[in-house]
């Protein structure tokens, strides 16, 4: 596939597909990204992405692997101006310079909350409009004599056109509302352009979305105190009622970007990816009697990444350059378990607790490794304001590391994990729910609820939403009817018992789609499809917490001052 490679000269940002084995051991042609070339041995390497894939299949591939018929060069980049004036650009790809950058123009409505009209309304006419264009510089101005509000516009906008009423709260009493608008013809004026309203909250824009006609019906389960009956059929009752996703929900889908996270150790927000850290840059690490591939990029020192393997104390988790290096390290080391407090053990599982900043070294080893399994985490050198819990496996030589999570000390948004990680070798064999359950067993004895810090990887996702389901079916199923009617429990009932945040516990019972709304209540429905799955998935989750095997005391830490 890669005759014309000689002739074509390839670099970085160009798109072609890519030969690639499928898990079913099948050829297929993905389209990748070429990111970084390399020459070893008279052969030429290229790193690429493949397009839609998570970035843990990244590789290194031959030219042979190219399809050279369907090159896609870079195009060049379209500078941005940006706040301060000075010009800016984005990363090139054929699909981002297709994209052609309109300014938008800003429509502000001074209006006070307490006055706004009520939505489907239009606003009193005459309005004192007044027109800018920036070529013929015209300004035509309808003066309104009983109201002295100005609204400034950049386009005309009929006097009849409806404005949906603005949220009657004090954060949005002034708002923004930004018109679409198409690009003019050079020189000349925009006209008849119709401005799709959006509000400004938060630093947000979303857009105003008119009632629609019909009959009216409840947008939530009327409240975590409502009784909900639990009702157990063959078939699930057709008048199915979705709840709208919370706001800490990783199932939100409105398409709204939110502002990422300022405290914690993740964020969202991958605007300041470079070809680096796209990159993984590290080829093998040893740890224990494991070989482990990094999946992402990781910030080792730069000495190390060009070593074959990088060697790992299994116990204190320093990094070595070799295995003498290392070998002579383990004469040197005393430790034979994770530093901190042993809080649980039952069987050859351990949980020790280990504070970020009286460990610091060991915390910051440990996000290193963490790091190189985890792409959406930012690895903070600063350990402080952390604690970190090792899951452990005991054997004659010592306690293993099997995973981890992470949490703040102080949560102002009731997290109860920041980092959560089972690695590689241990990965399917339970211990990710583990790590979840012992989170949520440290939550109960706090008398707290919690929720993980969002955005949670795919795997992630996956683990708590399996935890979640099975969690709450458990209860669903031990209830039992009183006094011949049918059983009936609270959302809030369910999060106090399980210590799992309210939005998660409906974001769940939505994912499994069984609330239902019959006869003018809230009931949920178990089908024999539902019941059957979850009766097989416990029947194969042999590790559970056992909440007598855990010593544990929490700290108030807001007394404590730094840490």
Excluded at 69 to 76: I, R
Excluded at 132 to 148: D, E, F, G, P
Excluded at 222 to 243: H, T, W
Excluded at 305 to 329: D, G
Aim: aromatic share 8%; with cysteine.
């Amino acid at each position: 596939m890669a005759d014309n490679c000689s002739s074509v000269e390839i670099v970085e940002g160009c798109r072609l597909p890519v030969l690639r084995k499928n898990q079913e051991h099948e050829d297929e042609w993905p389209l990748a990204e070429i990111l970084s070339l390399k020459e070893v041995s008279g052969r030429k390497l290229f790193y690429v992405h493949y397009i839609d894939f998570n970035k843990r299949l990244d590789e290194w591939v031959t030219a042979d692997r190219l399809d050279m018929k369907k090159l896609q060069f870079p195009k060049k980049e379209a500078k941005t101006p940006t706040k301060n004036g000075l010009s800016g650009s984005r990363p090139s790809s054929p699909e981002r310079a297709e994209r052609e950058v309109v300014p938008r123009k800003t429509l502000d409505l001074n209006l006070q909350s307490a006055t706004a009209p009520s939505r489907g309304k239009t606003l009193p006419t005459p309005l004192r409009l007044e027109v800018q264009l920036s070529q013929k510089k015209k300004v035509v101005a309808l003066q309104k004599k009983k109201r002295k509000e100005v609204v400034p516009l950049v386009t005309p906008v009929p006097p009849a056109t409806p404005v949906p009423a603005l949220p009657s709260s004090t954060e949005t009493s002034q708002a923004a509302v930004f018109p679409v608008v198409r690009e003019p013809p050079p020189f000349k004026a925009r006209e008849d352009l119709e401005p799709i309203p959006t509000v400004t909250t938060n630093g947000t824009a979303r857009r105003l979305i008119p009632p629609q006609p019909g009959r009216k019906r409840k947008a939530n389960c009327g409240g975590p105190d409502e009784m909900i009956k639990v009702l157990q059929y063959n078939k699930p009752q057709s008048a199915a009622v979705f709840l709208p996703p919370p706001e800490d929900s990783q199932d939100s889908s409105d398409g709204i970007p939110t502002a990422p996270r300022m405290t914690g150790s993740l964020v969202s927000d991958r605007s300041h990816d470079d070809i680096i850290t796209r990159m993984k840059n590290i080829e093998c690490i040893e740890l224990g009697r494991h070989r482990l591939k990094p999946w992402y990029f990781s910030p080792y020192p730069q000495e190390l990444t060009t070593l074959p393997i990088l060697y790992l104390c299994e116990f204190c988790l320093k990094y070595l350059k070799s295995l003498k290096c290392l070998q002579r390290h383990l004469t040197k080391c005393n430790l034979r378990h994770p530093p901190g407090n042993e809080i649980y053990r039952k069987g050859t599982i351990s949980f020790f607790e280990i504070d970020g900043r009286k460990n610091k070294n060991y915390s910051q080893n440990l996000c290193l490794l963490a790091k190189c399994f985890l792409d959406h985490k930012t690895l903070y050198y600063d350990t402080d304001p952390f604690l970190f819990y090792v899951m452990t496996e005991y054997d004659s030589k010592g306690f293993h590391i099997v995973g981890y999570f992470s949490k703040e000390k102080e949560s102002t948004e009731d997290y109860n994990v920041a980092c959560i990680l089972t690695l590689p070798p241990y990965q399917r064999r339970g211990y990710g729910k583990l790590l979840i359950e012992f989170s949520y067993e440290l939550s109960k004895v706090e008398g707290k609820t919690g929720t993980p810090e969002k955005p949670l990887s795919d795997l992630g996702l996956l683990s708590y939403r399996s935890y979640w389901s099975q969690t709450i079916l458990e209860i669903l199923m031990d209830l039992k009817p009183d006094n011949g009617e049918r059983p009936q429990i609270t959302i809030n009932e369910i999060s106090e018992i399980t210590s799992v945040k309210k939005e998660d516990v409906i974001s769940t019972l939505q994912y499994l789609n069984l609330i239902n709304y019959y006869k003018g209540q809230y009931i949920l429905t178990l089908s024999e499809e539902i019941v059957d799955g979850h009766e097989k998935a416990m029947q194969k989750r042999h590790l559970r917490i056992d909440p007598k095997c855990l010593h544990f005391t929490p700290k108030d830490w807001s007394k404590r001052g730094k840490w």
